[in-house]
């Protein structure tokens, strides 16, 4: 999906952290993104961006329980 300039787009920060942000431009596949939530941007591949809050959600990894050995 396309994204343009002016979109609300959010972002998985860290594997952990949802961050929301919106689209300032597009130039050779590389987006530049500006957060909500405070004066900073990045620029990201459109891959690392989400339509909604969902969606990021859903690209988190969970975390796969730890062998437990049967002696403790």
Not at 30 to 52: A, P, Q, T
Request: with cysteine; net charge positive; proline share 4%.
């Amino acid at each position: 999906m396309a994204f343009r300039a002016g979109d609300t787009v959010f972002i998985v920060e860290s594997n952990r952290f949802i961050r929301e942000a919106e689209v300032r431009s597009c130039s050779g596949g590389m987006y530049l993104v500006k957060f909500k939530d405070n004066s900073g941007g990045i620029k990201l591949k459109e891959h690392r961006l989400f339509v909604s809050k969902e969606d990021a959600e859903a690209s988190i990894p969970k975390a796969k329980p730890k062998y437990r050995s049967p002696y403790e």
